[in-house]
């Protein structure tokens, strides 16, 4: 792939269906400091896609800050950024699946989200072209949808609602900092970009550009709905909407047209579903490579140069996780997740050599404590699930490798 490929697959994992439903909750947490809001969760995404370009640049390999983390502060770190991503994307998967079947097949949720989940896994086993050019396809219908529904919501834009907005901030800087992290989840789209290291053509001057122009056109985008959602709703509504989108097509004289906001919904989970599997199945690659997971999983097709057995495995087990459990609700420890992995990954920034830098040691401390911070003020539920995930994965690390060391010595006399 080249820049532009590598951009689409980046902005297509950030355009994702939460574009569709994240700022209710930021506006329940934020009320008119949504904004703001945005705008913090956009400072600490610049933090971290520079540090991502800054590694990616010298590390060009599948895997992102797990083979980070491992090259720059030590395997625990590495192994605790793959398990978070791993694991929290892989949950990720399936509410995107389930997602779209909501809007797509409304009644058939369940059957149509295993459809979509085989079909994507299909055409990420064909090779990254052909993922990248279903990306660009989605991309363009999400692109154009927010763009329509966008223009004829700001319509019936009126400043006075926030002017008149009771409660103004009605959490205070916490809610501020609650709905950032909220809304960074949205954001965090341009690590697909940095796991595709050896699938890009020229990966150390690709990827930063790829990560950085995503990221650009993501901020703007975001900022552009995030405004007419304000205008339109103002911030009581918002908080309230279960489909803020579709509401203020309502509320401009447009509700005929709520069947827009629908397509653009599907096209945008089946992007995101796309890029997260191809995401997760090369952490898998890279975190088989070091046994951190089955060395089955790091297996690479010999035509497709696809790393086949993580991406069906990964397929597998959001196919059952969509059969068995309604993930849409239960996964805000994926918010959590993805913090951590980001902190890990400012932190291996800041510990590379000058000969690598490009950008100042201050802006990964700024990351890594910006990360902290909206990690630490996201919902305790969130928080609580979250430890608990990295606490079941490194105490199995922990007993994996004991047992490893235990065989190998049980070994060595007898040889």
């Known amino acids: 792939?080249?820049?532009?490929?590598?951009?689409?697959?980046?902005?297509?994992?950030?355009?994702?269906?939460?574009?569709?439903?994240?700022?209710?909750?930021?506006?329940?947490?934020?009320?008119?400091?949504?904004?703001?809001?945005?705008?913090?969760?956009?400072?600490?995404?610049?933090?971290?896609?520079?540090?991502?370009?800054?590694?990616?640049?010298?590390?060009?390999?599948?895997?992102?800050?797990?083979?980070?983390?491992?090259?720059?502060?030590?395997?625990?770190?590495?192994?605790?950024?793959?398990?978070?991503?791993?694991?929290?994307?892989?949950?990720?998967?399936?509410?995107?699946?389930?997602?779209?079947?909501?809007?797509a097949v409304p009644g058939h949720e369940r059957l149509a989200a295993v459809g979509a989940v085989v079909v994507l896994a299909a055409v990420n086993y064909a090779g990254i072209t052909r993922t990248a050019a279903l990306t660009r396809l989605l991309l363009?219908?999400?692109?154009?949808?927010?763009?329509?529904?966008?223009?004829?919501?700001?319509?019936?834009?009126?400043?006075?609602?926030?002017?008149?907005?009771?409660?103004?901030?009605?959490?205070?800087?916490?809610?501020?900092?609650?709905?950032?992290?909220?809304?960074?989840?949205?954001?965090?789209?341009?690590?697909?970009?940095a796991t595709l290291g050896e699938e890009v053509r020229d990966p150390a001057r690709t990827i930063p550009r790829a990560i950085l122009t995503a990221l650009a056109l993501a901020v703007v985008i975001y900022a552009a709905i995030g405004a007419v959602m304000l205008l339109v709703l103002g911030p009581q509504q918002l908080a309230t909407a279960t489909t803020p989108l579709a509401e203020a097509m309502t509320t401009a004289?447009?509700?005929?047209?709520?069947?827009?906001?629908?397509?653009?919904?599907?096209?945008?989970?089946?992007?995101a579903l796309l890029a997260l599997i191809a995401g997760v199945g090369r952490t898998s690659l890279a975190m088989a490579r070091q046994r951190d997971l089955p060395g089955s999983l790091a297996a690479v097709h010999p035509r497709y140069q696809v790393p086949h057995r993580a991406e069906l495995t990964v397929a597998a087990i959001v196919i059952a996780l969509v059969l068995t459990t309604d993930l849409r609700g239960a996964i805000g420890f994926s918010s959590f997740g993805v913090l951590v992995y980001y902190a890990i990954a400012n932190a291996a920034a800041f510990a590379q050599p000058p000969e690598h830098r490009r950008w100042p040691r201050a802006l990964n401390v700024l990351g890594v404590l910006g990360c902290l911070t909206l990690a630490a003020t996201l919902p305790p539920t969130a928080v609580l699930a979250g430890l608990a995930v990295f606490a079941i994965g490194l105490l199995g690390r922990l007993i994996t490798r004991r047992l490893r060391a235990r065989h190998t010595a049980e070994q060595s006399p007898q040889q």
């Open 253 to 271: 004289g447009y509700g005929s047209l709520t069947v827009v906001v629908r397509i653009g919904a599907a096209a945008a989970s089946l992007g």
């Open 1 to 103: 792939m080249g820049t532009v490929d590598a951009t689409v697959i980046g902005l297509g994992s950030m355009l994702g269906a939460g574009v569709f439903a994240a700022f209710a909750p930021a506006a329940a947490a934020a009320g008119t400091g949504l904004l703001p809001a945005l705008g913090l969760a956009g400072v600490i995404a610049y933090c971290n896609a520079a540090s991502s370009a800054q590694l990616a640049a010298a590390y060009p390999t599948s895997g992102g800050t797990y083979v980070y983390g491992r090259e720059r502060l030590g395997h625990w770190w590495g192994f605790a950024a793959g398990w978070g991503f791993v694991i929290g994307k892989t949950a990720s998967c399936a509410a995107m699946a389930l997602t779209f079947a909501a809007y």
């Open 140 to 193: 363009a219908v999400v692109v154009l949808v927010l763009t329509v529904v966008t223009v004829l919501a700001a319509t019936a834009a009126d400043p006075g609602r926030l002017a008149t907005a009771a409660g103004g901030f009605p959490h205070g800087l916490l809610g501020v900092l609650q709905a950032a992290g909220l809304l960074f989840f949205a954001f965090a789209g341009y690590a697909r970009i």
